[in-house]
């Protein structure tokens, strides 16, 4: 065999180790029964709801090719705001420490959308981050994160040692279980801390712009669950309803959650 036909040979072999069948990689459906464990106290157990569309980065070829991984996703589903999730039992403390973690993407965690006054909307996966990121103006976008030890405050003690130093606590209007402040410098809009009906989580904060056109971004960052941040979107004009809002997400939550572990 001569030198040329040695390296061809070569060459083949390296084509045809490189070229190994991919992994198929399974992407859930609308029906299917998820199990997810996030946290020891967070095991979520979950009927899925609509599958949600997805939309291409068109600014950006190479983020959408190595970034957008469906099968990695934790999407429930999109639902009315007064969804009655079916209860799984819980499971047993050995059942729960069995478990392996659920796989978490860069930046993932658990989505779900609920669905405010009876509207429909086909939901998406656009950002919850952006002027206005809502696919209907009475849909909600949760996105719930673990804190992995980030923190060592929760939500009312934040806002209370940091966010209160920049506002005018004289200015103080109180509407709906919603405290909201000016700010001191005479800055334009406001900041607002509500307090959650959930007896175990301290409250969520949140900025309103003036422009009436900029949706709602609710923080908050709690201990319980094994430590959570619970972000989510509204439109402006749900204002009078984002505290029975935090109390439906806390409740279908804690429907999900089949860890054995009590709140306290």
């Known amino acids: 065999m001569n030198n040329f036909k040695i390296a061809v040979f070569f ?94 993407d860069m930046g993932g965690g658990l989505e779900f959308n609920l669905m405010l006054n009876g509207s429909t909307v086909q939901a998406t996966d656009d950002s919850i981050h952006g002027e206005y990121t809502l696919d209907h103006y009475d849909q909600v976008k949760v996105f719930i994160s673990t804190l992995g030890g980030s923190t060592q405050r929760n939500t009312k003690q934040f806002f209370d040692s940091e966010i209160m130093k920049n506002l005018n606590i004289n200015s103080t209007q109180t509407q709906n279980g919603v405290d909201c402040y000016q700010f001191n410098n005479g800055s334009k809009g406001k900041m607002c801390f509500g307090h959650s009906m959930n007896a175990l989580s301290s409250g969520f904060q949140f900025y309103v712009s003036p422009d009436q056109n900029f949706q709602l971004f609710m923080s908050s960052e709690e201990f319980i669950l094994g430590g959570v941040k619970v972000n989510w979107i509204v439109d402006q004009k749900h204002f009078d309803k984002v505290q029975e809002i935090d109390a439906n997400i806390w409740r279908i939550l804690k429907a999900w959650n089949i860890s054995p572990v009590d709140q306290k």
């Open 11 to 104: 060459m083949g072999l390296m084509v045809l180790g490189g070229c190994k069948p991919q992994e198929k990689v399974h992407i859930p459906r609308e029906g299917e029964i998820v199990i997810w464990k996030f946290t020891d106290q967070l095991i979520i157990k979950a009927e899925l709801g609509q599958r949600r569309k997805h939309i291409p980065d068109t600014h950006c070829t190479k983020c959408e090719r190595e970034f957008y991984r469906p099968h990695l996703e934790h999407y429930l589903g999109q639902f009315p705001i007064n969804y009655q999730p079916k209860k799984y039992p819980s499971l047993s403390e050995s059942e729960a420490k069995e478990m392996p973690w659920t796989m978490i």
